[in-house]
């Protein structure tokens, strides 16, 4: 009853209000993102603050095509911005300018699965100067940055790499810091992984890999040393999150996200 006491009371009385800027390619069908929209909510209501969401859509239009100063202009009143998961080319984009704009202003980024992989590719293309970067699943190039992961065909359907998988994280990382556990287990829905050929050039520019599956085979997480708060993670946090139970990934984010106010 205490518990549940807390709860409301944080949520009727919260201290101060969050805006999270979610960029996404449904953003006027926001049940597209209501596990993600939850979590997010979880971690207010655990940091007795509310949260406001900023839909930002990452779609070119014709008569408007997305550029930075546009993407600046819809992100600037954000506390946090955050990239979820998707498929498919449309908005992409429009998406690693919203993760450029995070990065070099040092607004708190929460990137999921395919936020994360765009993540590693705006960092490619721009810190560690490899300009072709991209993912295999939108086109051949040069230097593909996130490939296709080897049980995989591009066949779509139910084939993907799902359900729970372990990931250890890195002992000296902002992951840890939230988690407060070396050992992970968390919820996949993906078909394309980080190409681990580029790592070393990864880490050299700065761009820790703080997760690695159990196997050793996958870059589960990735996080900026030098900024506040920029977590990519191939997993889907949302998934595990409960309002008893606040995934410590949506905690940690909120949180920083309030220190932005
Ligand atoms: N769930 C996702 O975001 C999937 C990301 C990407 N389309 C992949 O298959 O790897």
């Not at 603050?49 to 009143?77: A, T």
């Not at 946090?237 to 920083?256: G, N, T, W, Y």
């Amino acid at each position: 009853m205490i518990e549940w006491d807390q709860i409301v009371h944080s949520i009727r009385k919260p201290i101060q209000e969050v805006t999270v800027s979610i960029v996404g390619k449904y953003t006027e069908f926001p049940d597209a993102y209501k596990s993600l929209v939850e979590a997010l909510n979880h971690g207010a209501i655990s940091n007795k603050v509310k949260v406001k969401i900023n839909w930002v859509n990452s779609r070119e239009k014709e008569e408007k095509p997305i550029n930075e100063k546009l993407i600046g202009e819809k992100l600037q009143n954000s506390h946090a911005i955050l990239v979820p998961g998707g498929f498919g080319d449309d908005g992409v984009e429009g998406k690693i300018l919203a993760i450029n704009y995070a990065r070099k202003n040092n607004i708190p980024f929460f990137g999921i699965c395919l936020g994360m992989e765009l993540a590693i590719i705006e960092f490619a293309r721009n810190i560690v100067k490899l300009e072709d970067a991209h993912s295999e699943e939108f086109h051949n190039c040069k230097h593909p940055i996130v490939k296709l992961a080897g049980d995989q065909d591009d066949d779509l359907g139910g084939t993907m790499r799902l359900g729970a998988y372990k990931c250890n994280t890195n002992a000296s990382s902002k992951m840890m810091d939230a988690y407060s556990n070396t050992t992970i287990s968390e919820r996949h829905r993906h078909r394309y992984i980080i190409n681990s050929d580029y790592k070393d050039d990864l880490e050299k520019n700065g761009l820790l890999c703080s997760g690695i599956s159990e196997d050793g085979t996958c870059i589960e997480a990735v996080e900026l040393e030098s900024h506040p708060w920029f977590i990519g993670v191939q997993f889907h946090p949302e998934f595990q999150s409960k309002l008893f139970s606040p995934h410590p990934l949506f905690v940690s984010f909120i949180k920083a996200a309030v220190n932005k106010i």
